[in-house]
């Protein structure tokens, strides 16, 4: 397996702009998880899901920002408008189970650096 | 609100030398304490702690849990370059049925040839 894989690894925009980020799970993964890491708050949890339905969406800033999967292999964060302070990167990882019952080891994608000017 | 608070933010020693990285941590319903290295790109998972007083061990890397304190400790003995990483604590909680996984700033270790 590829491991985690996520697009753009890089990407710069203008403030107000749509920034779509795409992540593809391990295959077999039955959670999926969004992050976000900045020097000032390190790494902070977005949203998870569990096959395919968003779980705990707490860590969401605003509703500038959303998470959908659409199937197991898929999912997308997008920041509409977006602003300068959104600039991070943003891991997606995945794991085959959540807590005690499983192993609890999270896989992750290689991140995409965000930019907003 | 769930908090992972890391000690020191920031270490160098030299080649050579044992580190010991702190965690300490507030969280509601408590399920499990993770430890991963992150060198340039993502995060690698290092260990998962779920017992009081039991040690984990990865050739040079142990680790150690305090329930009753609520800490952690990460030792690194005989360091080498290439343990230079930033080094995350998260803890995992439930709080009104769903799990959510708090991360630490992390710890910045560099090692000095």
């Known amino acids: 397996d590829a491991g985690v894989i996520q697009s753009p690894r890089h990407e710069v925009t203008e403030m107000g702009q749509e920034v779509t980020l795409r992540c593809k799970p391990i295959?077999?993964?039955?959670?999926l998880f969004w992050y976000r890491q900045t020097m000032m708050r390190g790494l902070e949890l977005l949203i998870y899901f569990n096959n395919n339905v968003p779980i705990d969406d707490s860590g969401m800033p605003e509703d500038r920002f959303s998470a959908k999967m659409p199937n197991a292999s898929f999912s997308t964060l997008k920041i509409q408008p977006s602003e300068p302070r959104d600039s991070a990167v943003y891991f997606c990882a995945s794991s085959l189970a959540k807590g005690l019952a499983g192993n609890n080891e999270q896989f992750f994608g290689p991140g995409t650096r965000l930019t907003v000017l | 609100e769930d908090k992972v608070v890391q000690s020191p933010l920031s270490l160098v020693v030299h080649e050579g030398d044992t580190v010991t990285l702190n965690c300490s941590y507030e969280v509601t319903n408590f399920r499990s304490l993770l430890w991963y290295k992150q060198e340039k790109k993502a995060p690698t998972f290092l260990f998962m702690l779920t017992s009081s007083g039991i040690e984990k061990k990865s050739g040079r890397l142990s680790s150690i849990l305090d329930k009753k304190e609520l800490f952690s400790i990460l030792n690194i003995t005989a360091t080498q370059t290439g343990d230079s990483a930033i080094y995350l604590c998260?803890?995992?909680?439930?709080?009104?049925?769903?799990?959510?996984?708090?991360f630490g700033t992390g710890t910045r270790l560099t090692i000095i040839p």
């Open positions: 998260a803890v995992e909680g439930v709080n009104f049925g769903n799990e959510k996984l708090t």
């Open positions: 295959s077999g993964h039955d959670y």
